[in-house]
């Protein structure tokens, strides 16, 4: 079932996806050799909290932490840990929800540890382009296809792998709504878009084989190859002007290349 959001609701959710953005980029301040994703995990919880909203992936499922942290190989739902220490040349894919008013925020963001080597930082730079290039689709009229097939056209005219198994959703008072937004498919299939539909839309990229493994600790996704992977995530909502991102990676970006 899709729901349909008033323009009101849909400004709930921008008050929770800004939040979101704000707390990846206080997260993204802390982000450098030596700290863990534990520490990282406490500031966002604590970000999150100050700003009157609640973590919406604590205890989501029986998820164990405020941010899923996934480090390199890791594609997404790494669990926050203090024996995970980040180290210069890493990669780490930052997902971030939240509660507020009825609504949930869900972005995700991956930073660079220090300096990268040029594969992983194009790594990084082509799955962003890959999400901006399937925001444009998100438009009344076009279908989730069109969506999932500019993602995926984008990443594999590099070579990489587009994860399968994991997609992009509805969001609204829910996390986790229809219709599911894969990184893969054909223009022209899938649910159609209309006004007022909120969807995430996250490339999970990776710069092998596009295998995936699912951890033993029951959450972490990681490439099958162990070559790394990237993970952005908008908020969009369908408007008759055309794509609406809820998300703001630019209070993101500011705050990282300060
Ligand atoms: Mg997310
Ligand atoms: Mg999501």
């Not at 609701?9 to 939040?19: D, F, M, S, T, V």
């Not at 959703?169 to 209309?194: F, I, T």
Request: glycine share 10%; with cysteine.
């Amino acid at each position: 079932m899709i729901y349909l959001k008033t323009d009101e609701e849909i400004e709930l959710l921008r008050e929770n996806n800004i939040l979101v953005s704000k707390t990846l980029a206080e997260v993204g301040r802390h982000i450098r050799p030596g700290i863990s994703t534990l520490e990282l995990d406490r500031i966002a919880e604590e970000f999150i909290r100050a700003h009157g909203a609640v973590p919406a992936f604590l205890g989501y499922q029986g998820f164990p932490a405020s941010l899923c942290i996934s480090v390199n190989e890791q594609v997404v739902h790494g669990i926050p840990s203090s024996k995970c220490v980040l180290r210069e040349g890493d990669i780490v894919s930052v997902d971030c929800g939240t509660f507020m008013k009825g609504f949930v925020g869900d972005s995700a963001y991956t930073f660079a540890v220090g300096e990268v080597a040029e594969d992983v930082r194009q790594l990084m730079e082509v799955t962003k382009e890959a999400l901006y290039k399937g925001t444009a689709q998100a438009k009344a009229g076009n279908r989730v296809g069109d969506v999932s097939a500019a993602v995926q056209e984008h990443a594999e005219s590099f070579g990489y792998g587009v994860v399968r198994e994991l997609e992009g959703h509805g969001l609204g008072r829910k996390m986790h709504e229809d219709p599911g937004v894969p990184n893969y498919g054909a223009r022209g299939r899938g649910p159609l878009l209309k006004e007022g539909m909120v969807i995430c839309i996250e490339p999970m990229i990776n710069m092998g084989t596009k295998a995936v493994v699912f951890e033993r600790d029951g959450w972490t996704v990681r490439t099958r190859d162990r070559k790394p992977a990237a993970h952005y995530e908008f908020a969009v909502a369908i408007r008759k002007s055309g794509p609406d991102v809820l998300t703001d990676f630019n209070i993101i970006e500011q705050a990282i290349n300060n």
